[in-house]
């Protein structure tokens, strides 16, 4: 969370100036391993859509954009980033999230990468991943400042089946997600 | 998001002035529904993370609340706080949440409440949960800076279990959670 948020809010401060000089973006440190350890929203994201939400004041415009990246992260192979100089020097694979959710995300990319989550590989793989996210945040802000509207979110097959039951309008309408497949589909979800 | 983390700041703002008085409480709004509708982490927790982190620089020290924080929603009764004057007046249940997702935890208390997602009791409830989180993460705060310690996360007996293997120092380390049990048991996750 801090890594992008603050890449992106530090980078405004030294060519804006006030009101980013003075943000206190060490506070977003607590997102980090979807927040405190939790393993809930991915901290990459949570600073993305805090940086995207302290610039744009549109609500529609902030949820498109949130929208947006949120749906890119889910379905982009990742980590796409290659430092010239990493803090671990390795040839990590690239594995689609499927999931906003750090726990979800990071496990299906163990599961590929056949490494420990305390491993140097899995690290590596978080901050890469958040050069990504912050990357691709500033891409979304720069398109929309230039007045290129958000593409809309496509929530796939799976998740149109499901909301067309439990979401806004349908017989059950009991829900509230705009993805179901990174927790609720077998291959996923059971335990082996 | 913004109900938890703005009622904290804006009256530490009226009381103790700068640096929250010029804080940009409003960019907590895209906490809502889990951030922008996702259903991902519960937007009072977001915001209540949010705040512990904003007062608190000491890492241990702002785990350890949020680790309280987040246990204490989900194996807590919510709504607990019944406004003198609701938005919408209803006999509430009060359900334990189970996790700390907005969406599994709106989930089961519609369960229990059989109303759709999009009615004014479901509205109210997430109100009033507001409250409750706002009021149990300003009594945290408050016991942290009289010098009382946080009340270690109990993990559970499930949870426990699935981390003996899959945490830290497990056979197989390869999950970051705190919390297997509102996802991964058939109870919560399977569909009828």
């Known amino acids: 969370m801090y890594g992008v948020f603050a890449s992106i809010v530090t980078q405004l401060a030294g060519k804006v100036g006030e009101p ?17 350890g939790w393993g809930a929203l991915c901290g990459t994201l949570n600073g993305g859509a805090a940086a995207i939400s302290l610039l744009v004041q549109n609500e529609v415009e902030r949820k498109a954009l949130i929208d947006e990246l949120f749906g890119w992260y889910q379905n982009t192979k990742l980590p796409v980033f290659t430092p010239e100089k990493p803090f671990f020097q390795a040839d990590l694979p690239a594995v689609k999230p499927d999931s ?11 599961k590929q990468s056949k490494v420990s989550f305390y491993s140097k590989e899995r690290k590596e793989r ?10 691709r945040t500033v891409e979304l802000l720069n398109a929309s400042f230039a007045g290129t509207s958000a593409t809309p979110l496509n929530l796939g097959e799976k998740t149109s089946g499901c909301l067309s039951c439990h979401g806004k309008g349908g017989v059950k309408a009991d829900v509230l997600t705009k993805s179901c497949t990174g927790c609720h589909f077998p291959s996923n979800i059971q335990h082996p």
């Open 20 to 36: 980013y000089k003075s943000f206190p973006c060490e506070m977003m440190v607590y997102g980090e391993g979807g927040v405190a």
């Open 100 to 110: 906003v959710l750090c726990h979800p995300s990071v496990s299906t990319w163990i």
């Open 126 to 135: 978080c901050t890469r991943l958040s050069a990504d996210t912050a990357r």
